[in-house]
């Protein structure tokens, strides 16, 4: 045998050992795939996006943050400062017209793990539901915080760092002080002040003087010989009815600063 034949016949077992180029490009992950891959993975953590039912004259801020699997309906005339929180995960949140939700305060829970869904349940699985409620012209202030189911009824004010436990209910043209906590399923009655920091053992309630009174320390007599000289205490009802006016006029002042949000005028 030549020795051009024995080179010949030995090259075969010196590229046995080798593997195929085309074995070894696809045993690797393309670039392609793993960004696929973590698209999808941030796909799967993104929030739920509820419906939304906005009014036109409503103003959004840019960093308001609407979440949830059911609807969030928001009325004429709605402030929405920049980063409140409304959460519709345990059923939907209805805003009356005329309302002011001040900045950090959130509206609804947040999800749990085992109510984060990308869509409503079936109706078979509503039953549970709650409808979180603020009727017209309620104001909440800034850190407050009101949970699934309660209703805050027309012209309420609920103060900062305030919480109203869920199905509880403020009453209208009631006003709860900064730092209360409403308990659950409890009731707070129209025109009532609540103030005192902590749970319902440690809060005052009292109503609202509603028509005209006299002031404390007139006796009869008094009274009798000023009836020409009206000195008895503004009508409680009318004060309130000037100060829905001046709530109005800083609706408007507050929707020119904080303008509507572009992202969200497309999804109405």
Same mark, same amino acid.
């Given at each position: 045998?030549?020795?051009? /034949?024995?080179?010949?016949?030995?090259?075969?077992?010196?590229?046995?050992?080798?593997?195929?180029?085309?074995?070894?490009?696809?045993?690797?992950?393309?670039?392609?795939?793993?960004?696929?891959?973590?698209?999808?993975?941030?796909?799967?953590?993104?929030? +739920?996006?509820?419906?939304?039912?906005?009014?036109?004259?409503?103003?959004?801020?840019?960093? +308001? =943050?609407?979440?949830?699997?059911?609807? $969030?309906?928001?009325?004429? !005339?709605?402030?929405?400062?920049?980063?409140?929180? =409304?959460?519709?995960?345990? !059923?939907?949140?209805?805003? &009356?017209?005329?309302?002011?939700?001040?900045?950090?305060?959130?509206?609804?829970?947040?999800?749990?793990?085992?109510?984060?869904?990308?869509?409503?349940?079936?109706?078979?699985? *509503?039953?549970?539901?709650?409808?979180?409620?603020?009727?017209?012209?309620?104001? $909440?202030?800034?850190?407050?915080?009101?949970?699934?189911?309660?209703?805050?009824?027309?012209?309420?004010?609920?103060?900062? =760092?305030? $919480?109203?436990?869920?199905?509880?209910?403020?009453?209208?043209?009631?006003?709860?002080?900064?730092?209360?906590?409403?308990?659950?399923?409890?009731?707070? /009655?129209?025109?009532?002040?609540?103030?005192?920091?902590?749970?319902?053992?440690?809060?005052?309630?009292?109503?609202?003087?509603? &028509?005209?009174?006299?002031?404390?320390?007139?006796? /009869?007599?008094?009274?009798?010989?000023?009836?020409?000289?009206?000195?008895?205490?503004?009508?409680?009802?009318?004060? *309130?009815?000037?100060?829905?006016?001046?709530?109005?006029?800083?609706?408007?002042?507050?929707?020119?600063?904080? !303008?509507?949000?572009?992202?969200?005028?497309?999804?109405?």
């Amino acid at each position: 045998m030549s020795s051009s /034949d024995a080179a010949l016949s030995q090259q075969p077992s010196q590229n046995a050992g080798l593997k195929p180029a085309t074995a070894t490009s696809s045993a690797r992950p393309s670039q392609q795939h793993r960004v696929s891959s973590s698209s999808a993975a941030a796909t799967a953590t993104a929030p +739920a996006k509820p419906s939304l039912t906005i009014h036109p004259s409503a103003t959004i801020a840019d960093t +308001a =943050l609407l979440h949830g699997t059911y609807q $969030i309906s928001i009325g004429a !005339g709605v402030v929405v400062h920049p980063r409140a929180r =409304l959460y519709s995960y345990d !059923g939907p949140i209805v805003i &009356g017209d005329g309302c002011v939700i001040g900045e950090k305060s959130t509206i609804g829970s947040p999800t749990t793990a085992s109510s984060e869904m990308s869509s409503p349940p079936p109706p078979s699985a *509503e039953v549970s539901r709650v409808t979180t409620r603020l009727s017209s012209s309620v104001i $909440i202030a800034p850190l407050a915080t009101i949970l699934s189911g309660a209703h805050i009824r027309s012209a309420a004010v609920i103060e900062s =760092l305030v $919480i109203v436990h869920s199905y509880a209910s403020v009453g209208a043209h009631s006003k709860v002080c900064s730092g209360c906590k409403i308990p659950e399923n409890s009731v707070v /009655d129209d025109w009532t002040v609540v103030w005192g920091s902590g749970g319902a053992a440690r809060q005052t309630r009292r109503k609202r003087t509603v &028509g005209r009174k006299q002031p404390r320390g007139r006796n /009869d007599a008094d009274n009798n010989n000023n009836n020409n000289n009206d000195e008895t205490l503004p009508d409680g009802k009318m004060v *309130e009815d000037a100060r829905l006016v001046v709530l109005q006029k800083e609706r408007e002042s507050l929707a020119k600063m904080i !303008g509507s949000s572009p992202s969200l005028q497309k999804k109405r």
